[in-house]
């Protein structure tokens, strides 16, 4: 019998979905909604190949998305030969009106990004930003070849502008993005001032917290007084320099206090040799754990002393594991954290956070209607649905819709004469 292509119904093709992100830690929170969300996509109907420079196969994320069906591709090193920059550098000689950033000249993980959109055409990439602009490179890699893109941004940094050779590329980058994902309103609106842009398609998403998190109950307040300080080791955004400074003003020596900070990063050393030079002896350096909801049990309180931040998970987790948070008004905090209502808060500096931990010191009798206030804003503030089930279904949207024509042919385009 004659086949019938006309008759014939074919099996759908999987959408493919490319995620790439530009965090050169192994793994950090601004990688969970994202890795989250793709357990709600129906794994018959979409396919998922996530991007890093580097990937470490034996760490638990990372086991997970394979188990998840998720392939792995790393780009390698970024340092390209150095006939390959003199090249990029005679081109941007040649063409000196052609939008361009060093960037190109010197980095191959672009180029090596390219190849890689040739090859698989996903209909779909996810740019997960850790800052606004850490990850504009490979969007506009995206833009060259015609291929769709969403960015997410983690954080802003306030007092960091795109210099004069890359802003005309990161402006084209974000108004052509399909969806500008920003986790805090702070970082939507300082974007939109360092861009002098107003970002159309831009959306709030959320960050994903477990709602049913174990409440343990508060631990005594009688003996010692226990904060965690969970974030990555890196001071100039998480600022665990200025709670050293704090923890050795005399009437914090003084009082039964600990802290302990739990994370890896590259200021590991250098806040451990504070510590020493400082004489603390009520503080510890947990390390990365996994079982941070566990460790609630023993923790009364949170306490972020960030300068930088977009939407800290670590503090919707400790609201929904009702302990109580202290932090600094940096990014998005203060969107949700109010002080003396649900928690206490002030500027990132030695003086705003020790006031904001003394008033908190002094209200320690209020802290479990404190905590009760803080779960219950918390529940306004999120979406009904899951976090990340909030972001599929924002993807999932675009896909169907936006995005409805399958890509079978890249818009040609010669890597080298880009880079």
Not at 128 to 154: E, F, S, T
Not at 251 to 261: A, N, S, T
Request: glycine share 6%; proline share 6%; aromatic share 10%.
């Amino acid at each position: 019998m004659a086949f019938n292509s006309k008759i014939a119904n074919p099996l759908p093709q999987k959408k493919r979905v490319l995620i790439v992100s530009p965090i050169p830690d192994t793994w950090g929170g601004s990688e969970e909604l994202w890795a989250k969300a793709i357990g709600c996509f129906p794994p018959e109907a979409y396919h998922f190949l996530f991007v890093k420079s580097h990937i470490v196969y034996r760490h638990p994320k990372i086991m997970a998305l394979q188990e998840k069906g998720v392939r792995l591709y790393a780009l390698g090193g970024a340092e390209r030969p150095w006939y390959k920059r003199l090249l990029s550098l005679m081109r941007r000689w040649l063409q000196p009106g052609k939008p361009w950033s060093p960037l190109y000249a010197y980095d191959q993980r672009f180029s090596s990004f390219g190849r890689l959109l040739k090859k698989e055409k996903p209909h779909l990439v996810i740019v997960a930003q850790g800052i606004n602009y850490d990850g504009w490179p490979y969007a506009d890699v995206c833009l060259r070849q015609g291929i769709p893109y969403v960015l997410i941004c983690q954080k802003a940094d306030d007092d960091t502008f795109p210099t004069s050779d890359a802003r005309p590329c990161i402006q084209q980058v974000f108004t052509r993005a399909k969806k500008v994902f920003f986790v805090s309103e702070h970082n939507r609106q300082w974007t939109q001032r360092q861009l002098a842009l107003s970002l159309e398609n831009s959306e709030r998403v959320f960050n994903p917290v477990k709602r049913t998190s174990a409440n343990y109950p508060m631990p005594s307040l009688k003996g010692t007084v226990r904060f965690l300080c969970v974030a990555r080791l890196f001071t100039a955004d998480k600022g665990q320099d200025l709670l050293l400074q704090v923890l050795a003003l005399p009437k914090w020596r003084e009082r039964d206090i600990r802290v302990d900070f739990l994370g890896e990063g590259q200021d590991e050393l250098a806040l451990k040799e504070l510590a020493a030079f400082l004489h603390l002896k009520n503080v510890g350096f947990l390390g990365y754990r996994y079982d941070v909801e566990e460790l609630w049990r023993h923790y009364h309180a949170l306490v972020l002393p960030s300068r930088k931040e977009g939407m800290p998970l670590s503090m919707l987790e400790a609201m929904c594991a009702g302990r109580l948070v202290v932090a600094t008004e940096a990014g998005g905090i203060a969107e949700l954290l109010r002080d003396g209502r649900n928690g206490f808060i002030g500027p990132p500096t030695v003086k705003g956070l020790d006031d904001a931990l003394e008033r908190a010191w002094k209200k320690m009798s209020q802290w479990s209607k404190i905590v009760d206030s803080a779960r219950q804003d918390l529940e306004s503030y999120l979406p009904k649905i899951s976090s990340e089930r909030y972001f599929a279904n924002k993807i999932i949207d675009l896909l169907d819709n936006s995005l409805s024509s399958i890509p079978t042919k890249c818009v040609p385009i010669d890597l080298e004469h880009v880079f």
